[in-house]
């Protein structure tokens, strides 16, 4: 049987195991590095299919490594399983219904970790009934949203002694992930002022809630004199209590600052300083400042994400049911006016090419679309770009969600467990499965994308954008 029959047949026959370990992690969402029950599953769920399971690596309670075989070529899948705050959401349901915890995974983590484990667990299966020589690695990456679970596992080395990795995001599309991604930086700003009566003695107060909105502002009219492609955002996180007749003698603001790579980032990061320190000094308060986290720029290894296309290809796509398409037109029917005319704008961000011309009447996508080296850069960032920075990476999308369905919203919540969603998942998972076992019955397949990454690491040796003092956070901490 060939690898790609093989691979296949092998996710045929599971797939309803794998709908299931999607499912769990699906019922328990958990927030940035407090994933205790999903990792706890997983790695696991590892275990019975015979992995060697190290938890805890890289200092990060809730990630882990999963390794089965010996020697090289070791290739490695990287799975998440973080959910996100405020999108708890009813599965399958075509109008929002919030569950009383208001947790739920609107970026479609549920699916992209069993992805990912389904690929280690079909490449793993094809190694042992071949008697290969070669190693499949499965990495547990917690803290993806907002937390750079990755940038800290790198910072660690839990990715040394591998050679490549292959990993995938759940979208509205089916193609290769390859464009490259803003760097960025996360970082808390502290104001503290002095308290007081604001009716009796408000010349004696200094308002750290006023140097706070200061700020905003300020770094507002930042914003036009910036790179074009440069993001700056935030959220308040501390107003300093309720009571308005006090001064608020606190106050406390997290901004999350991008732009294309980490000199860039940091070259803003300290114009947004002087805006905060400018505030501070209009209100005669103090700030610190204290460094969240971090993460590097993606850099695409093309010549892997060739492999990854035409594997991509080879598995194909099984047309949707008309269940899947009457579910589709309902969820795309449920955005906004806006979501629907720019429903391209969602699948160029994850490597579509095209006008859409391939849609016309239909609300899920049935196709593959074309592979192309891309000259934008995808005004998001990832994790995984520490990851390219150190061995070469390459990502694909699947199509999970209906045409124009937003990350992060209730509606990619909703198709979470879809039976669309669940083909996407194991068409990423056989996707990456093929890629690798054509690497390990080939390794001749080896030198050009290693080439490829040698040539660029020679002129960019990689820093780390973490600063080796902060560690991992929960959210809200």
């Keep these: 049987m060939s690898s790609q029959a093989f691979t296949k047949d092998y996710l045929k026959r599971h797939a309803a195991y794998f709908e299931q370990v999607s499912e769990y992690i699906f019922y328990h969402p958990e927030t940035r590095f407090e994933e205790y029950e999903s990792a706890k599953y997983l790695s696991e769920q590892c275990e019975k299919q015979g992995f060697e399971v190290e938890r805890g690596v890289g200092g990060i309670e ?102 490549l990795v292959l990993t995938w995001h759940p979208s509205p ?44 502002t300020g770094v ?32 406390e603001v997290l901004y999350l600052i991008r732009d294309v790579d980490t000199e860039r980032v ?41 492999i990854l296309y035409e594997s991509l290809q080879e598995i194909g796509i099984e047309p949707p049911t008309e269940e899947e398409k009457e579910y589709a037109q309902g969820i795309f ?59 070469p990476t390459a990502q694909l999308s699947t199509s999970t969600s209906a045409l124009g369905t937003p990350l992060h919203t209730w509606q990619m919540t909703s198709q979470g467990l879809s039976t669309n969603a669940h083909k996407g998942m194991l068409r990423a998972g056989a996707s990456m499965a093929l890629t690798a076992l054509k690497i390990f019955e080939n390794t001749d397949l080896l030198a050009p994308i290693r080439d490829e990454f040698v040539e660029f690491a020679k002129e960019n040796p990689y820093t780390c954008p973490i600063p080796d003092g902060v560690q991992p956070s929960p959210l809200g901490n």
């Design 266 to 306: 940091m070259d803003l990061f300290e114009r947004v300083n002087k805006v905060a320190e400018g505030a501070a000094l209009m209100t005669e308060t103090t700030v610190t400042y204290e460094v969240d986290k971090a993460c590097s720029n993606y850099i695409p290894n093309r010549a892997l994400e060739r």
């Design 333 to 391: 029917e449920s955005l906004s006016k806006g979501e629907q005319k720019d429903y391209l704008g969602v699948m160029k961000g994850f490597g579509y090419s095209g006008n859409g011309s391939e849609f016309k009447g239909k609300y899920v996508s049935d196709c593959i679309s074309p592979y192309e080296i891309p000259t934008e850069i995808l005004t998001a960032s990832t994790d995984v770009s520490d990851v390219s920075w150190i061995l």
């Design 62 to 163: 809730t990630a882990f490594t999963a390794t089965f075989g010996q020697g090289h070529p070791v290739i490695g899948f990287l799975g998440e399983f973080d959910a996100l705050p405020e999108l708890s959401q009813e599965p399958n349901a075509i109008e929002e219904k919030r569950w009383e915890r208001h947790i739920g995974h609107g970026c479609g983590h549920n699916l992209l970790g069993t992805g990912a484990f389904a690929a280690a667990c079909a490449a793993k299966a094809y190694l042992e009934e071949h008697k290969l020589t070669g190693t499949v690695k499965f990495f547990g990456c917690p803290g993806e949203e907002g937390g750079s679970g990755k940038t800290f596992m790198a910072r660690e080395g839990v990715f040394d002694g591998t050679d």
């Design 173 to 216: 599309t089916n193609s290769i992930m390859s464009l490259s991604t803003l760097a960025n930086i996360q970082v808390f700003y502290r104001f503290k002022g002095v308290p007081s009566h604001a009716a009796n003695s408000p010349h004696l107060g200094r308002s750290a809630l006023d140097a706070l909105e200061l700020m905003n």
């Design 220 to 251: 507002q009219y930042l914003r036009e004199h910036m790179p074009d492609q440069a993001r700056i955002h935030y959220a308040i996180t501390n107003t300093g209590g309720h009571a308005p007749n006090v001064v608020q003698a606190n106050a």
